[in-house]
């Protein structure tokens, strides 16, 4: 007979959630050169990510966080914040979920949107130091563009879909209802689904 | 004390009794098929009919009212199907085409019910209260002579909240409806009798009761319309073919009969521990509530919501530390949305999130109670460290 198996989780994400690495300690920011938040609580992910920059060189020397999720967006908090130190600010900003989960030694596909929130707080801190320290020329927003006109849903409403789970057209119709009027927007939506399927879970 | 085990989870499922493990294991060279007329048949054929016995008499139940089937979930899907039928023969669903139910069923019920909605049933869904009762006045309003059937569960399996099945059955019947009850997590943890609660069908687990996984009964009070769910077999008189789950059935009836016997004296010492469990929770750890009536509900069930952690990250922490419960977050479910129940209760989506349910048994003791007190604490204090939500003095304060 088996005995009670390893969690879901990888060993190294478990390591990360019994002893999560540089977390920040109570609530003063002002020692930092940039603070970024993203997510809500009320879908259960919220992450808050801040950078200390070396402003000769432009490379973050410092980066700690909180994390308000599960064991994986704990864990993935916790190894972004290592990921990062000596990094670049242009090198940092483009870390993207795909790489944060083979650092951990992979996710359950139903877990990688616990993910995705770590290196976007990571983005909104660089763009925050930017803004504060009058580059705001570099900073890089990360506009949706609308694709499906009718029904008003971006490419970031249907990179969440896929992130929720839509591996189909058919199934990002039922997320989103993008391409239920006109349904012009059918070839461009499904570049994008094949793109965010790559992108995130290498498919 | 890391070596030290702890499972709080039996509303999730629970241990073998001892005694149904003994009589299981004793049983397991018994293979003879029950429909079989020689002698390994009619050794088999007994002790399926003593088990029916044994379940009938729990639950003041008379012996041909109950249909072994496969699981509770399986009990559900039978009584809910009865209404696509839309043969004359069968339950007059055709002509009473309303089926209600409630916003905290087992995704069991409100699943079917879903596809039933699909197949042309007209569904309604009651409301609860902020301790999971159902509005009894909603019901009253929504009953009518298109209703063919209501179906409320009995206990509420995440939040424990209590039901009172016999006045719901009441005012079910005086318009002319039937009335089921999913009584998977009430049986065998308060007194069910069928006869006093008046319902025409009603559902029973084994695996919550001590008993195997894989074999739930389904009470058909004598005289209701019925229509199996399985085809194709004679057994259990024809209403759910498929040959019996023999092992099953045994190791149900010996878990019913071993709860005549224990339950009586348990649910005052369950009650004991979850008020130490929840005194001990308010005063050790702050901004947290309790979620599920005060009063009327299960012994052993505790659902805590704590504000700013997230419940699956308090599952494994606790997990590591040898203690078994469940969250009603939406990580651990694998959907993304938390729990059904505590939303229709009126539960913020965050403090459901943050909800972790502790459901104690018939071996859960004092001292499983004061380690978790001694483990959780610190738990949440970490959890409430390193999270965004939660700074001492203000939700949201870091938010700002």
Redesign the interface.
């Given at each position: 007979m088996l005995q009670a198996g390893e969690w879901a989780y990888s060993e190294t994400l478990k390591e990360h959630f019994m002893n999560p690495k540089n977390i920040l300690q109570g609530e003063n920011t002002d020692d930092f050169d940039g603070v970024g938040m993203e997510g809500n609580l009320q879908c259960g992910d919220q992450m808050m990510v801040v950078i200390k920059v070396d402003k000769e060189k432009d490379t973050i020397t410092d980066c700690q966080w909180k994390t308000y999720g599960c064991a994986s967006a704990i864990a993935s908090t916790s190894v972004l914040s290592e990921m990062v130190k000596g990094r670049t600010l242009d090198d940092a900003f483009h870390i993207s979920p795909k790489e944060v989960a083979l650092e951990l030694g992979g996710l359950p596909d139903h877990k990688i949107h616990c993910s995705v929130l770590g290196d976007k707080a990571l983005r909104a801190a660089i763009n925050n130091y930017y803004t504060r320290n009058g580059q705001e020329d570099k900073v890089k927003q990360e506009q949706a563009k609308v694709i499906c006109q009718c029904m008003n849903i971006t490419d970031h409403d249907i990179e969440d879909a896929v992130l929720e789970g839509a591996r189909t057209y058919f199934e990002l119709q039922e997320h989103t209802k993008c391409g239920t009027v006109c349904g012009q927007c059918k070839d461009e939506t499904e570049v994008l689904l094949e793109k965010y399927k790559h992108i995130h879970f290498g498919a | 004390m890391a070596d030290m085990k702890v499972y709080f989870d039996h509303n999730a499922t629970t241990p073998l009794h001892p005694e149904v493990k003994k009589e299981m294991i004793a049983a397991m060279e018994m293979f003879g098929n029950p429909s079989s007329m020689h002698a390994y048949g009619r050794e088999a054929r007994a002790n399926v009919e003593d088990a029916r016995r044994k379940v009938a008499d729990f639950i003041g139940a008379k012996e041909n009212e109950i249909i072994f089937v496969g699981s509770g979930s399986e009990a559900n899907n039978t009584v809910l199907s009865l209404f696509v039928c839309s043969s004359s023969q069968c339950i007059p669903g055709s002509r009473r085409g309303t089926i209600i139910t409630t916003k905290i069923e087992h995704p069991c019920v409100l699943e079917t019910s879903e596809c039933l909605a699909h197949q042309g049933v007209r569904v309604k869904y009651l409301n609860v209260d902020r301790y999971g009762k159902v509005d009894l006045d909603q019901l009253a309003g929504m009953l009518g002579d298109d209703v063919g059937l209501v179906s409320v569960m009995m206990a509420n399996n995440e939040i424990g909240t209590l039901q009172d099945i016999e006045a719901i059955t009441k005012m079910v019947h005086a318009c002319g409806a039937y009335m089921h009850t999913d009584a998977v997590q009430a049986v065998g943890k308060v007194p069910v009798d069928v006869r006093k609660l008046g319902v025409d069908f009603l559902t029973i687990s084994a695996h919550k009761i001590y008993g195997p996984k894989g074999v739930g009964a389904l009470f058909v009070k004598h005289g209701t319309p019925y229509c199996p769910l399985i085809r194709g077999g004679h057994q259990e008189r024809g209403r759910r073919a498929g040959t019996e789950n023999t092992l099953g059935i045994l190791g149900m009836g010996r878990a019913a009969e071993m709860r005549m016997i224990e339950m009586p004296e348990e649910e005052e010492r369950l009650l004991h521990l979850k008020q130490v469990l929840q005194q001990g929770i308010e005063e050790s750890i702050d901004d947290i509530s309790i979620n599920g009536h005060p009063t009327d509900g299960l012994a052993s069930t505790l659902n805590v919501s704590f504000t700013?952690?997230?419940g699956?990250?308090i599952l494994?922490y606790l997990d590591?530390e040898g203690i078994a419960v469940s969250t009603g977050?939406?990580?651990?479910s694998?959907s993304?949305d938390?729990s059904h129940v505590l939303l229709a209760t009126g539960v913020?989506?965050?403090l459901a999130?943050g909800s972790i349910r502790f459901s104690m048994g018939r071996e859960s003791s004092m001292q499983e109670v004061e380690y978790l007190l001694d483990v959780l604490p610190p738990i949440i204090q970490r959890i409430r460290?390193?999270?965004?939500?939660?700074?001492k003095g203000g939700l949201?304060?870091?938010?700002r």
């Open positions: - | 700013g952690v997230e699956e990250a494994l590591l977050s939406a990580c651990a694998g993304l938390p913020d989506a965050e999130h460290n390193m999270s965004t939500a939660y700074i949201h304060a870091a938010s």
